[in-house]
């Protein structure tokens, strides 16, 4: 099956049994002409374009078309209630796809505003779209990688962020205009290697012309191997092609770290962060342990202390919009961002709804809803 059901028997099998009991009853008893208000029940980015896509060929499979009334564009910004499309067409032609039509919108317009807060909010940090392994499949993985992309331009566009410059994959890098994925070393080549300075000697030697980022907190060593990889490799510390990335666990702080040493660095780069009350969530992202603020305005200072200013700070561990709004707080000197946390993370926010609006060009939707009508 194709990961975006486009035969009969998967739409069939994949869609609510009374949607098709609808169409069987519609196609006995006369057709008619409908249009439905796609909408959502929170703020979101609209990202509609795979859903209108997917039926667009649906549309041609069956020997129809469909007609869409785009109201919010791919990428502006949409109020709770507000109709993203119309879309009109045969009942007995469109009600049978409502069930997938709605998978396929609203995850991904939910995704699309977080990845755009994120972005806007850190404006002069780059991010990777990590969120592969955070994904149900295939198709999720698809659309997760669609909506950072949408969300990440509309950054460009608002505030002249750099955004989502690439992911992790092949099969979705066409999305943030790559040729391919990126990335270059797991924890699991560390181990395999059996040493943060082994596993960059060994990238360094299989791939001598790409650009290297070097995992550093396998060994709880993190500034002392970033600085051994550095010391090892000046050309590309001093030609800014070396990167070293942090992905401290939450169990433990970074080297040279503790929580009054966290209050200190932070203190000495960002105290206005420091002032006003924090929740424990806020204080954590600021000064606690694993990837804080704290930690990487460390592994800034440690770096140019030794002359290592263009050896840029990868960070990754759960950066979603509330971390990245602290980190732009304090002022985290971060130069890419690895994350998957753009994801929603309250699934009830992503569902979809489609409501018929207009039955034959009479107007007709259910009391409550009469705010959908086409205006």
Same mark, same amino acid.
């Given at each position: ?266 203190? @000495? ?30 592994? @800034? ?75």
């Amino acid at each position: 099956m194709d990961r975006w059901p486009l035969d009969e028997p998967d739409i069939a099998a994949w869609t609510d049994v009374y949607f098709k009991r609808t169409r069987t009853a519609v196609e006995r008893f006369g057709d008619t002409e409908v249009t439905y208000a796609v909408f959502m029940r929170r703020p979101v980015v609209s990202a509609p374009c795979l859903a209108i896509e997917w039926l667009k060929q649906i549309a041609e499979r069956r020997n129809t078309s469909f007609e869409f009334d785009l109201r919010y564009p791919e990428g502006k910004w949409v109020g709770a209630g507000e109709p993203i499309f119309y879309v009109t067409g045969r009942l007995s032609l469109l009600a049978d796809l409502e069930t997938l039509l709605l998978q396929k919108l609203g995850p991904a317009c939910v995704a699309a505003y977080n990845a755009y807060t994120m972005c806007a909010d850190l404006p002069k940090t780059a991010f990777l779209a990590m969120d592969a392994r955070h994904c149900a499949g295939a198709e999720m993985a698809e659309s997760m990688a669609y909506a950072a992309s949408v969300g990440s331009e509309r950054a460009r566009r608002k505030v002249g962020a750099v955004g989502f410059i690439g992911n992790a994959t092949d099969a979705t890098a066409h999305y943030f205009g790559q040729e391919g994925g990126m990335g270059t070393m797991p924890h699991a080549f560390i181990g395999y290697a059996g040493s943060t300075l082994r596993a960059a000697e060994m990238y360094d030697e299989t791939f001598p012309d790409e650009p290297m980022t070097v995992l550093v907190d396998y060994f709880a060593r993190e500034v002392t191997d970033a600085l051994t990889c550095c010391r090892r490799f000046p050309g590309r510390a001093g030609a800014g092609k070396l990167a070293v990335r942090i992905d401290t666990p939450g169990g433990r702080f970074i080297e040279g770290l503790d929580p009054p040493g966290s209050y200190a660095v932070v203190e @000495r780069n960002a105290p206005e962060a420091l002032r006003g009350y924090r929740t424990d969530d806020e204080l954590r992202y600021l000064v606690g342990a694993g990837v804080s603020a704290a930690a990487i305005w460390r592994m @800034r200072e440690c770096l140019n202390a030794e002359g290592f200013d263009k050896v840029k700070i990868v960070a990754s561990s759960g950066f979603g919009p509330a971390k990245c709004r602290l980190m732009a707080e304090a002022k985290a000197p971060v130069d890419v961002i690895g994350t998957g946390s753009y994801l929603p993370v309250k699934w009830t926010e992503t569902y979809a709804t489609a409501d018929i609006v207009d039955y034959d060009g009479a107007a007709r939707v259910k009391v409550g809803r009469e705010f959908l009508l086409r205006k």
